[in-house]
């Protein structure tokens, strides 16, 4: 274990958002604001102009470093919201956002880039977190390139309408390394300075293939960027628990836990509190070893 608390110093610790350096010299929260009808996690869903003001200040109050807004469930089977809708909902709630919390750095999960776009030329959103790493939109990484933010590169296989129905892979570890190595070169090519990597546990990926990943997390410290993970309250825990998402909670800071032992530097969850205790109990474990 001490091999990884070496490897991490080589880890770029900043990311410039707009103009901010944040620094992950620690492991950083990344707090889930959903401006959607049909997220999986009931509890996570917000659409009232009250609801998105309070789940704003809760996310920064418990200590998040980020808050994450997206407006299309990417959960299994989840309906195809038009462009023209998800920026409406986008609108709406980062113009909250700008208006309750102007200092927060935000995040757009979106993977359409004249979204990205709209969310960072109008409302200055500081990063863009893309689940399709460019593959629902051809145009994601030029505009990123042009836009200068930070890029969350997840691996999804398949799209959210089916990524469930029959997930495979001959080696997904060394599947998903290959992915992440052609997409970074892609990026860098085009300029792109700030990356971040997310395995995408339960996107396209079975049970077996969620564990295996997080088994092997700390190997993706080999691309040497900072790598984000996000398992809360997902189906990889509740399935294997035979408990709903609304009983995931301890699962998910186990599995927290354990990412943060393998290097995580982003945990992206719904229980900020939570996940902010991970992250002091684990750090100071490392100051003692």
């Excluded at 901010?20 to 707090?31: A, N, T």
């Excluded at 969350?152 to 997930?167: E, K, V």
């Amino acid at each position: 274990m001490q091999e990884l608390f070496e490897m991490k110093e080589k880890i770029s610790k900043y990311l410039n958002v707009g103009g901010r350096l944040l620094d992950f010299s620690e492991p950083r929260v990344m707090g889930i604001l959903n401006v959607t009808p049909d997220s999986f996690y009931a509890e996570s869903r917000t659409s009232e102009a009250d609801a998105i003001a309070a789940r704003a200040h809760q996310i920064l109050d418990e200590g998040a470093a980020i808050v994450d807004i997206g407006a299309y469930s990417s959960r299994p089977g989840a309906e195809v919201v038009t462009p023209e809708e998800e920026m409406k909902r986008l609108r709406k709630g980062l113009e909250i956002l700008r208006r309750e919390t102007p200092d927060a750095v935000v995040s757009v999960d979106t993977f359409r880039a004249d979204v990205a776009r709209m969310c960072v030329e109008e409302y200055g959103v500081a990063i863009i977190n893309d689940i399709s790493g460019g593959e629902l939109d051809e145009n994601m990484f030029a505009t990123i390139a042009q836009l200068g933010v930070p890029y969350i590169l997840m691996h999804m296989q398949g799209t959210p309408q089916d990524m469930q129905q029959a997930p495979r892979y001959d080696n997904v570890l060394s599947e998903v390394f290959l992915y992440f190595a052609r997409k970074v070169q892609q990026l860098r090519d085009l300029g792109v300075k700030d990356i971040v990597l997310d395995p995408g546990f339960g996107f396209g990926k079975t049970l077996e293939h969620n564990y295996r990943l997080m088994a092997h997390l700390e190997e993706f410290r080999l691309f040497e960027l900072p790598l984000l993970v996000g398992v809360s309250r997902k189906s990889m825990i509740y399935r294997l628990l035979d408990v709903t998402p609304q009983e995931a909670l301890n699962g998910t800071t186990v599995l927290n836990t354990l990412a943060l032992m393998k290097g995580a530097d982003i945990l992206r969850v719904h229980d900020v509190r939570q996940a902010v205790e991970a992250v002091k109990l684990v750090e100071t474990m490392k100051a003692n070893s």
